[in-house]
């Protein structure tokens, strides 16, 4: 079964600070796509990146950076010198592939981040 | 236009009463998808679709059913709605790697 954790419910920081959301997931799939989204406070679900698992170089988009470790099954996403723009709920996912395709999309329960000026 | 197209995007409804949530989309994808997003929760899936003739039942589909009624449309049912129902549903679709694009929701409340 696959199985995505976001362990940590809410986090608060300060504008210009960095923050690490974490990302831990289980899957017996030997190919597998990772996802991150972004859901700001107006609701919709904005898709930020794609990861597959052959894939492990580190990812940089701006302020944004993705670690993604199969070792430690992680898939963590870092926002560098946060804004108050950055302030919502970010969501891990995952979907594993047999010879069939992709399986459904299981995400993670979500991490709220919060930006104070 | 939008990918994905959800309808309505606001529906208060008594108990008891049926009510269909209808989804279509233009990506031309074969998945679709129904989630619900309750607070603290994220994103439960409900029923999923890979294509027009295969529908598969997902985490809390019980009280819920669908209906794949072409490519690009997916409808969600509730036979008959409980105030524990309430919640934002979301409709997607996506690619063979699992990409989703997802409709602007639907906020359901049930009285």
């Known amino acids: 079964a696959q199985k995505v954790t976001q362990a940590q419910t809410e986090i608060s920081v300060v504008e210009k600070e960095d923050v690490t959301l974490d990302c831990v997931y289980e899957t017996r799939d030997t190919t597998y796509y990772l996802f991150w989204y972004k859901q700001p406070p107006s609701g919709e679900l904005v898709f930020l990146i794609r990861r597959n698992s052959f894939d492990e170089q580190n990812e940089i988009s701006g302020r944004y950076s993705w670690n993604f470790q199969k070792s430690t099954s992680s898939f963590n996403f870092t926002i560098t010198a946060s804004q108050v723009v950055d302030s919502a709920v970010y969501f891990c996912?995952?979907?594993?592939?047999?010879?069939?395709?992709?399986?459904?999309?299981?995400f993670g329960k979500g991490t709220k981040l919060t930006v104070n000026p | 236009d939008a990918d994905v197209t959800q309808t309505p995007r606001n529906r208060i409804t008594k108990t008891g009463k049926r009510i269909m949530l209808e989804c279509s989309q233009t990506?031309?994808?074969?998945?679709m998808y129904w989630y619900r997003q309750d607070p603290g929760l994220g994103l439960q899936l409900i029923y999923y679709s890979f294509d027009v003739k295969d529908i598969n039942k997902g985490e809390i589909s019980d009280g819920y059913s669908v209906s794949r009624q072409a490519q690009a449309k997916f409808s969600l049912s509730l036979e008959s709605a409980i105030p524990n129902q309430t919640a934002l549903y979301f409709c997607?679709?996506?690619?063979?790697?699992?990409?989703?694009?997802f409709g602007q929701g639907t906020r359901l409340t049930v009285v």
């Open positions: 990506k031309g994808h074969d998945r």
């Open positions: 997607a679709t996506s690619d063979f790697t699992g990409e989703a694009f």
């Open positions: 996912a995952l979907s594993g592939v047999t010879q069939g395709g992709s399986e459904k999309l299981v």
